[in-house]
Every structure is written in C-alpha cells, then in structure tokens.
C-alpha cells in the first residue's frame, strides 16, 4: 500500500513546518501550498475509502509498535466516511476562503493558514487515532488553533470570546486528562481497543466516575450542554472561513470523540438515556436562544448547537436506523451549516454589520448568495427535496419505532422554531424594502461562488438520490455499532 | 452569594469524587504485572527498551519511539502556540506606533545593575552548553530535548531580561525552528519510506548505555530539543518584546 | 538504617493522604481561582494550577513501592522488576508541554484584553453574553 493514514498528519505538518520557510522564497506560498496539502487529503480519503471496501479495516501501526503497544492509526467505514468528509469540507473551506486571504497583511495570511491547516488536520487525527492520550494531543492541537482563531482579529469582541473558548478549553482537558488517569490505572493500557476489551473487568464505581470525566471533557468539545457557552461568542467572533470550519469540521470531531469513547470504551447501561436528554435540552435551549438573536452569526451558531443536539439524541436511541440517521445528519450539518456561514459571512462582509436587520432587501445587491442562504436555510429546516429532509426522517422514524413519543413531538415542535427563525431571515433578504439602491461593493470572487455552489449541488443532488450516499452511510453505522469487530481487528495481531 | 454557593459545592463535589476514587487506588502498588508476559504497556516498554532499543532511559524510549506520534503532535502543539501568540500580539504598523506611547513602560526601562548584566553574560554560555548536554544524553539520563529546550530558553529568557538590548536572531531562528521541525517528521518519513511504518527505529541500534546507541532516537531528541530551544525563545521574545516579527 | 522501601511501607498511610490530598488540594485551588478570582492573570495561574495538580497525580499512581527510576545505568541491565512505571511519567511529559503552551496562548489573550479594556478585571469585561 502505498498511501497510508499517517500521511493526513504528516503532510500538513511538513507544510506546517516549512511554511516559514517557502514564504521567504515565494510570498504567495503561505496561502497556495494549505490548498496542496487539503486536496492531497481528500486524494488520501478517496484512496482509503477504495481500500478499505476491497480489503477490509486498516488499522496502522506506528514506530513499527503493533497495537496495542504502540499508537495505531484506525480506518473502518465510519472514521473513514467521517475523514472524507472533513477533508472535503476543508479544501471547500480552504477554496472559499482564498479571496478572503488576500485582504490580510503578509505575515498574518501565514499565521491564519498554518492554523487554519492544522485546526483541519487535527481533527482529521482525533477521528483516525485509535489511542485515547493520542486523542487528547490532536484535541489540543484543534483547541490551540480554535483559541488562536477565534482571536484572529484582534478586536475586543475577539480576544474576549478566545480568552472564555481558553478557559472552557482548559477545563476539559483538565477532565480528560483525568478520565484517562483513572482509565489506565484501572486497565494497564492507553488502545481504546483494549481498554474496551478490558472495561469489563473494571470495578463499576470506576468506570462511571471516569465516564463522567470523559462526558464532562468531551461535551465541551461537543458543545453539549451546558458547558457550550463558548460556541456562540467564538462562532461569531472568529474569521468566516473558521466559522464555517468550526460547524463542519470541529464540532464532528467533537461528537465524534464522545461517541467513540461512549460507544466503544465504555459498556457503561444508562448513558444512551443521557446522551438523549441532554441531547434533547441542548437542542430545545439552543434553538430558543437562536430565535432572540440579533446577529446572523450568533444565530447561526446557535442553530449548529441544535443541530449537534440532535445528533446526540439519535446515537442515544442508538438503533442501527437511529444511527444512520444521526451521521447522515453530521453529514448534513457539516455541509449546509458551511454553506449558511459561507453565504452570511458574504452579508456582513457587504453591510459591515452583523445584526440581522442589515439584511433588508439584499437580494438585489447579492442575488446568487442569497439564493444559496436560501437554499441552504430550507435544508437545514428538512424541506424536501433538500438533504436535510432525509436525515431528518430518519430520526423521526427510528425515534417513532422506539416509541419515543416526546421526542418527536419535540424535534417536531424544533422544526417549527427553525421555520420561524430561518424564514423570518429569509423574508427579510427577499421581501423587506431595501434601505438603499447602493449596489454591493464585495461580490464573491470565483473560488467561493465554486465552493459555494459545489456544497448547494450536493444539498440538491442528494436531496434527489439519497442513495448516491445512503450505502456508504449504512457501512459507517455498521461499524461503528460492530464493537467486537472492532477490538478483534486491532488486537488481532496479538492474539 | 449565589454564584460562590454553587461554586463551593462544585469544588466540594470534585474534591469528594477525587478523594473516593483515589483511595481505592492505592499508592506504591505494583500495576505493571510480569515483564516478562506484559500485560500492561509499562511492562511491555520495560522490557523493550533496554533489550530492542537499547535505550537506557525508558521515558525517552516511551516519548521518542513508542509514543512518538504523541511526541510529534505535542512538538506541533508548541508550534502552533507560538503561531497563535505571534497572530494575536501581532500589530499593524499603524497600530504601532500609538501604542508605543501608551505602553512605553512595557519593558523594564531601568537598566540592570552590571552585576546582573556580568553575571548574565557569565552564565549564558554555560546554561546553553547545559541544555545542549542535557538534550544530548537524553537516552542516558533523565532528561531530553523538552528539558534541554527549556534549560536553554531560560538562558535566552536571562540574556532577555538582564540587557535591555538584546534581541535574538530572528533569520537564524525562523530557520532553525523551521528546519528541527521538519528535520523530525523527516526522520519519521525516513521509517515510513524504508520499514513501512512512520516514525520506526532503524534495526542497528548500538550497546546500552554508549553516547551513540538507540538508534534514531538521540537524532529524534536533538531535533526536539532544538525546536523547543527556539520556539521557547520566540514565545518569551514576542511576550517581552510585543513587537511584531521581524520580516 | 532503615531503607525507603521499608519506611514507605511503613508510613503508607500518611504518604497517600500526603501526596494524594496534596494533588486534590492543588486541583481544587486551581479551580477555585478560575471559577472565583477577578483578575485575568490570577485566573490563568489558576488553570496552571489545576494542571500541576493532575500531573502531580500522575507521577504519584506510577510510582511502586521500593522502586526505582526507570532508567537503566551500566551494571543494572536487568533491573526493570524494580522500576516505577515510564508511562505516567511519559504522559505527563507531554501534558506539561502542552500546559505550557495554553498558558502562554493565555497570557497572549490577557495582553489583548488590557490593551483593549484598560483593565484585567473580568467583571469588566462584558461585551459579549456568557
């Protein structure tokens, strides 16, 4: 095999690295060589993704140690579908936020990018990892870029939402590191494979106090109530691009990483029931809150919370259907949630104010950013024919098939709180009287009409012919509740 | 009175969660098992180290070449910090110069006494041959490049404080810092390209306990400990300094 | 002459409470000082705090009664029975490093802040909701 998975951390480290370096030879390079790096990415994915259908899981070795000795790299189905996914959305990101780049001074586009890269990267590592200290290195190295990010620009507003993501930040890596003290004292090893193996073994006060460490650490990364109160400040703070990177990218990895802790780690009864309700009061408090809002990124944040509610809510119900449903949603959110961000960052770039009531009449000025927000806002809502509505279904048959009474009524009584707010957005872009005939002084360039449209062709197409998607999704769930496939696999060299 | 209510009775529950978790782990108790026929990985590399390695200190085999990757990512942890303070404290020229009148006793503006300015220049040179020693025999003796890299910072951070001057080589720097960086993933490439497996050891590996034994592993903690020297040195200077990069 | 094994083994009780309460101790006051101080600085020392603790809790759970560095000096070649565990003290390696690098990311931000405030008082600093 020629490519593996160490070359989606490798290469952006290489470029992380000599970035400095290129720069002095060519001032260009900072921005040009992150778009090498990504798509070379998306390139490993399509790759890995072919191998593991032909061949099985791979599971990589790294410094020549076996797992469960040495660190070992994981791509089954799910992280699979889970990496292709981030790295596409990150070249998208990356191609959308080319033009941007250029309104920045030479040495800032240097620091934007490598942070940028790395924030992708080390989500793509928090998926693929199979070790749990690993883990909690990539998680760091998202959470350092994150916190750099969301103070890019130096304002007040910046530095204040960086300083609280920071200190939130800094608590759950406190708790991780704690949930996994208490892990390795109790089973000897750091493999998430053989700590699953060994989970049985531990004394039941045990596994629940290092359970709550790992959903108090991971929920903040997951923005699950009630520590996600740095997402709105930071969403609405941080550059556009890393807006759109948050939503798609990171908060993925963060449900991913309590998913994959919670579902394979541990054999914790009870804790879907958790995951569900507190899914369920992230979901209803964020989408309440999205409603008051004033400002159209604080509004979109909010909504993305919701959205990653209800992602929680379905690996709760934790049925084959339920989480399919769940990862066509994460599928769904990372690429609508991009293009909302993309589209508004296109609004408040324009008016230069962030408030919600600028928007008045601006499909004159803006026509096509205004029919991808549109479009966008009906798929977030579950409109058919749009991709959210599948995802959406899903859910809603699985919770119905689980006799989950009030859950649908209140993912249902959550759609009608979705209308309100994205409509009434909406009205105000086509319907409201415009306040001036200036026309707009920012058209979006050619790169982020392409990426743009690319994420609202796949919102249609898919809204079409789900089944373009639905098998690879169908794998992923599949591997991820194939627990005893999983450990076997890794550990089977052992043996 | 609310809020410290809530906030006693968090701390309150924290401490009693700890305190009863940790009095059913008793302290001094044997978790490794037999070396022999690990169960654990602490037995595992206790056992390899000395035997397949041939490193004499087992926590640099466990951070070099077990744990490598971890290594890796905390190394681009580092990095990727000083990428952040540098993009936060970064400043526009226009921004600088009002800003200069504002913060103008940023910096310690009294001179320090020659005495400590002698004394500074004395012992500069011999923290950095330290730090070089320490980073060096990292395989051998407590210590590596982590240790080395920050013994030598500190040396910086003197020189730093004590000669109101003193400015670091930033074209040196940015290419040291730039080069132990990929000086580090090249070596790893190097076992991913010739053993199939990123970061591996090569199979001569030397006697236990000689300066050059190990493997790659000394290689791997120079380039660390270069990167840690320099990037220490950059995050102190921009924080003393709040000067934007030289270009 | 007794040596420290024996008198390890002797005094165990009062060395867990000692190292462990001491651990617990520092978490606590660290989180003390980040949920309950004003000032910016005291509430990143705090953070640093909490760390040492947890990393003090490391290094103490790796430790086994009698042992020895895990290091192997000529003449000792076939000592590993009687060595503590190199994993803890591996991890804590790296925890501290990254520790590190939050702080300064910390003090970074805290340095924004009172360019733009004025002041480090974080009551003052209210711009955005929590």
């Known amino acids: 095999m020629v490519i593996t998975p160490v070359h989606y951390i490798v290469a952006p480290l290489i470029a992380a690295f000599a970035i400095p ?15 090498i790096v990504l798509f070379y990415n998306v390139v490993i994915s399509f790759f890995l993704m072919n191998h593991i259908a032909e061949h099985g899981m791979i599971s990589e070795t790294l410094a020549g140690w076996e797992a469960p000795w040495g660190i070992n790299l994981v791509v089954t189905p799910f992280t699979g579908f889970l990496a292709t996914m981030v790295s596409i959305l990150g070249f998208i990101i990356w191609l959308y936020g080319y033009r941007f780049k250029r309104t920045l001074k030479g040495g800032e586009v240097k620091f934007y990018e490598i942070l940028q890269m790395m924030m992708i990267a080390g989500s793509i590592g928090i998926i693929i990892t199979g070790d749990i200290f690993n883990m909690f290195v990539f998680i760091e190295i998202v959470g350092i870029s994150a916190f750099s990010l969301t103070a890019f620009y130096r304002s007040r507003d910046g530095a204040e939402a960086g300083f609280k993501y920071l200190l939130i930040g800094g608590f759950a890596s406190a708790f991780l590191l704690l949930g996994i003290l208490i892990i390795y004292t109790q089973t000897g090893t750091l493999n998430m494979a053989q700590i699953a193996e060994r989970m049985p073994e531990v004394p039941q006060q045990m596994k629940i106090i290092a359970l709550v460490f790992f ?20 969403y609405s703070q941080a550059p556009s691009p890393t807006s759109a990177t948050f939503a798609a990218v990171v908060s993925v990895a963060g449900v991913y990483a309590l998913i994959r802790v919670v579902f394979t780690m541990f054999d914790v009864e009870g804790v879907n029931n958790y995951l569900m309700v507190m899914g369920f009061v992230t979901m209803l408090i964020a989408e309440i809150a999205a409603i008051s809002q004033k400002n159209l990124k604080r509004m979109l944040a909010y909504s993305s919370i919701g959205q990653v509610g209800l992602i929680l809510i379905s690996f709760g119900i934790g049925s084959n259907l339920a989480v399919f449903g769940a990862l066509f949603l994460m599928l769904n959110h990372s690429v609508i949630k991009s293009l909302l961000f993309m589209a508004g960052s296109y609004f408040i770039y324009n008016t230069d104010d962030k408030r919600i009531t600028a928007l008045n009449g601006i499909h004159k000025k803006l026509p096509i950013v205004s029919f991808f927000f549109a479009l966008g806002s009906l798929a977030i809502i579950g409109f058919p024919p749009f991709s959210g509505f599948w995802s959406k279904f899903y859910i809603l048959i699985s919770a119905a098939n689980e ?25 105000r872009i086509y319907f409201a009287k415009e306040e001036e005939g200036e026309p707009a002084s920012h058209r979006p360039s050619i790169n982020a009409l392409v990426a743009m449209s690319s ?17 690879h999704i169908q794998n992923a769930a599949d591997a991820l509740l194939d627990k005893t496939n999983y450990i076997q696999q890794i550990l089977s060299v052992k043996n | 009175m609310l809020k410290k209510l809530i906030v006693f009775l968090l701390i309150a529950t924290l401490g009693y969660t700890l305190a009863v978790t940790l009095s059913s782990i008793p302290i001094g108790k044997n978790r490794i098992g037999s070396i022999e026929n690990p169960e654990t990985v602490a037995a595992y590399y206790l056992d390899k180290s000395p035997n397949d390695l041939k490193v004499a200190n087992t926590i640099t085999a466990v951070v070099v070449n077990f744990r490598g990757f971890d290594t890796l990512g905390e190394v681009s942890v580092l990095f990727l910090a000083a990428t952040g303070l540098a993009s936060i404290l970064y400043r526009k020229e226009e921004e600088e110069e009002e800003e ?14 020659s005495l400590v300015q002698t004394g500074a220049k004395i012992l500069f040179p011999l923290i950095i041959v330290l730090g070089i020693y320490v980073f060096i025999h990292g395989h051998l003796t407590p210590g590596g490049g982590f240790q080395g890299g920050a013994i030598i910072a500190t040396g910086f951070l003197l020189m730093l404080v004590s000669y109101k001057g003193f400015e670091t080589n930033h074209k040196v720097m940015v290419w040291l810092e730039s080069l132990a960086g990929l000086g580090f993933v090249g070596v790893g490439v190097f076992g991913l390209v010739k053993y199939g497996s990123f970061l591996q050891n090569t199979g001569w590996t030397g006697n ?17 400990g270069i990167k840690v020297a320099t990037e220490l040195t950059n995050i102190l200077d921009i924080l003393l300094n709040i000067k934007p990069r030289k270009k | 002459m007794m040596d420290f094994q024996t008198l390890f083994e002797q005094n165990i009780e009062i060395i867990t409470i000692a190292v462990y309460g001491t651990a617990i101790a520092l978490i606590v006051i660290g989180l003390y000082a980040v949920l309950m101080k004003k000032h910016l600085v005291k509430i990143v020392i705090g953070l640093s705090i909490m760390d040492a603790g947890i990393h003090l809790l490391f290094v103490a759970v790796g430790y086994i009664s009698g042992g020895t560095a895990p290091i192997f000096s000529p003449g000792s070649e076939n000592a590993a029975t009687t060595m503590v565990d190199p994993v803890p003290q591996a991890l804590v390696l790296t925890a501290i490093v990254i520790g590190f690098a939050v702080t300064a990311l910390a003090l970074s931000l805290v340095i924004r802040l009172y360019k733009h405030h004025h002041t480090a008082n974080i009551d003052q600093l209210n711009s955005l909701k929590w």
């Open chain 1, 403 to 427: 006799k989950y009474i009030f859950l649908i009524i209140g993912i249902l009584l959550v759609t009608i709180i979705e209308l309100t707010y994205y409509l009434r957005v909406v009205g």
């Open chain 2, 100 to 113: 200069n009148i504002r913060h103008i006793s940023h910096r310690l503006n009294l001179p320090s006494s």
């Open chain 2, 208 to 224: 236990l306990n000689d300066l050059i034994s190990g493997g790659l592993i000394p290689l791997i903690y120079i380039f660390v």
């Open chain 1, 21 to 35: 370096l290129l720069t002095k030879i060519h001032k260009d390079a900072a921005r040009i060589v992150p778009g």
């Open chain 1, 455 to 471: 994420l609202a062709l796949f919102i249609i197409v898919i809204g079409v012919y789900p089944d373009l998607i639905m098998p």
């Open chain 1, 215 to 234: 959903l108090v650490a991971l929920g903040i990364e997951a923005e699950m109530f009630p520590l996600n109160g740095w997402a709105p400040d930071a």
